[in-house]
Structure formats: structure tokens, C-alpha cells
């Protein structure tokens, strides 16, 4: 098992390569991409960024206003003002994105290895 492990590489390698000439020398159909199907493709990448970009937005401000709207979380249940409880939730969020940054290093030396397994 493990030399097949360690072969795995060049045997996926030796398939794609088999693939490839069969491919080249004894296609399915004859591919001859129009002009109209160079330009829709930037097209598609294009229009997919904007609305994941839009989707996300919407997303993450229509649930702050739910937030907001319902009380929810710490600072809508206190009686904190603005001008303290604005500068706080962005230090509060910088230091839980940091320690997400570096909790996979502080966590290494107690998760289990999977190396060996089978």
C-alpha cells in the first residue's frame, strides 16, 4: 500500500499523458471554438465577480440591520455609546482575525499526526 502511495504521482502522470495522445490522435468531434465563445467567457468570469461581490454585500449589511433592528449581540444589549462602542468592536474583531491568523502554529505540536495512518 504505502508503494502505491508513493508511486501515485507518476501513475496519475502516466493516465493524463495516455489520455492526452489518444485525444490528439483519435478525437471525439472536431472542436473549433467560435469568436462569439472567446468573448463569453471573460464575460461569465466578469459577471459571476460582480454578483458574488454584490450577493456578499447585500448579505453582510442587510444582517447588520437585522442585528440592529432585533438588538441582537453585546453591544445593541448594553448601554454603551457609539463613540465607545465603535472603536471597541473593530479592536475586538482585529484580535479574533488574529488569533484565527495564529492558532493553526499555536495548535500544531497537539493535533494528531495522520502520516502514518492507514
Do not use: Y
Request: aromatic fraction near 6%; avoid cysteine; hydrophobic fraction near 55%.
Amino acid at each position: 500500500m504505502t508503494a502505491l502511495r508513493s508511486s501515485e504521482p507518476s501513475i496519475r502522470l502516466a493516465v493524463f499523458a495516455v489520455m492526452a495522445v489518444r485525444k490528439t490522435f483519435a478525437p471525439q468531434h472536431d472542436f473549433r471554438p467560435g469568436p462569439s465563445r472567446h468573448l463569453l467567457n471573460p464575460a461569465i468570469v466578469i459577471l459571476d465577480a460582480l454578483i458574488i461581490r454584490l450577493a456578499f454585500l447585500v448579505t453582510a449589511v442587510g444582517l447588520a440591520l437585522l442585528a440592529e433592528a432585533r438588538r441582537w449581540g453585546v453591544f445593541n444589549a448594553s448601554s454603551t455609546r457609539a463613540r465607545v462602542s465603535s472603536p471597541l468592536a473593530v479592536i475586538l474583531l482585529d484580535l479574533a482575525v488574529n488569533l484565527q491568523w495564529r492558532s493553526p502554529d499555536r495548535l500544531q505540536p497537539f493535533l494528531v499526526s495522520t502520516e502514518n495512518a492507514i
